[in-house]
């Protein structure tokens, strides 16, 4: 009996201390702090694998950190972003969270955006990283890419024809094999 109250107050103690790591995320998010957000998220995540909350908060602060980073590619066109992988990441962390939780789109907090929207929205970045890579050469990542951004477009009948252009690019890279 002993070993199961502890173990319910293990239980208890685990989820506080999520919850807190999540409204920390989500005030970081807020104050625009994306670098503490992220640092933040990251630690979670390790525990959290199961968890579909945490995934759709991980798909929010890389989403954020592909727009920061669009926007001083804007301002400056040589800025390097030391996060190339952002919308991918983004993408796979609401694919996830969808994964876990069918119903979390329902549970999205406000200031978040929800995880089909998220998503669709990765399509386009994740389709330019498919063209840049295949541009590289990286037949393989420029293959990964495309398959992404076909699943993002194919969530909303308003994207069909961006997905029928993934899967020309993908015609292509087997036609060259």
Known sequence: MKRLVALAILCTMAMGSFAQNVNDV????????????KKKIEECMPSNQNNAMAWLYRGNVYMQIYDRDQSRLEKNPSYISKDPE???IAYESFFKALELDPKIKE???????????GQITMGGP??????AAYKAKD?????????????????????????GSCYYQLAIIKQND
Do not use: S
């Not at 989500?26 to 957000?37: D, S």
């Not at 037949?139 to 997905?163: M, Q």
């Open 126 to 131: 994740i389709y330019n990283m498919g063209v």
């Open 139 to 163: 037949v393989e990542k420029a293959e990964k890419y495309f398959r992404a951004a076909v699943k993002c477009f194919n969530l909303d009948p308003a994207y069909k024809e961006y997905a």
């Open 86 to 88: 952002a919308a991918f």
């Open 26 to 37: 989500w005030l970081l998010l807020q104050n625009g702090n994306i670098p503490g957000a």
């Open 107 to 117: 549970k999205t907090p406000g200031g978040l955006v929800e995880p089909t929207f």
